[in-house]
């Protein structure tokens, strides 16, 4: 079993920058496909970034040349760092590792951008 924990949401100011953690249990942790979803209130959950077990990305357009995806395998921990924030970018923001047919979730982290 794995265990997903996200940390290093908050309140930030449009144009700010936050890095997001996504920290895993067990070893399994390296061959994982990283995604981190957002949820805003009232919308669908977004793919946001993904990042596969060798260290390829990909981002959906809406935050292209804003957010970096990566991983340290040995740290057990994906990231997501968040540059140029906007608010539409106020979210939950929760990490996603598979590996099929496994799929862990973790809890979710609230990512506020407001003035």
């Known amino acids: 079993q794995v265990q997903l924990v996200e940390s290093g949401g908050g309140l930030v100011q449009p144009g700010g920058s936050l890095r997001l953690s996504c920290a895993a249990s067990g070893s399994i942790f390296r061959v994982l496909y990283i995604n981190w979803y957002r949820q805003a209130p009232g919308k669908q959950r977004e793919l946001v970034a993904g990042i596969t077990s060798g260290g390829s990305t990909n981002y959906a357009d809406s935050v292209k040349g804003r957010f970096t995806i990566s991983r340290d395998n040995a740290k057990n921990t994906a990231y997501l760092q968040m540059d140029n924030l906007k608010p539409e970018d106020t979210a939950v923001y929760s990490c996603?590792?598979?590996?099929?047919?496994?799929?862990?979730w973790g809890q979710g982290t609230q990512v506020t951008v407001s003035s």
């Open positions: 996603n590792g598979r590996f099929a047919p496994l799929d862990y």
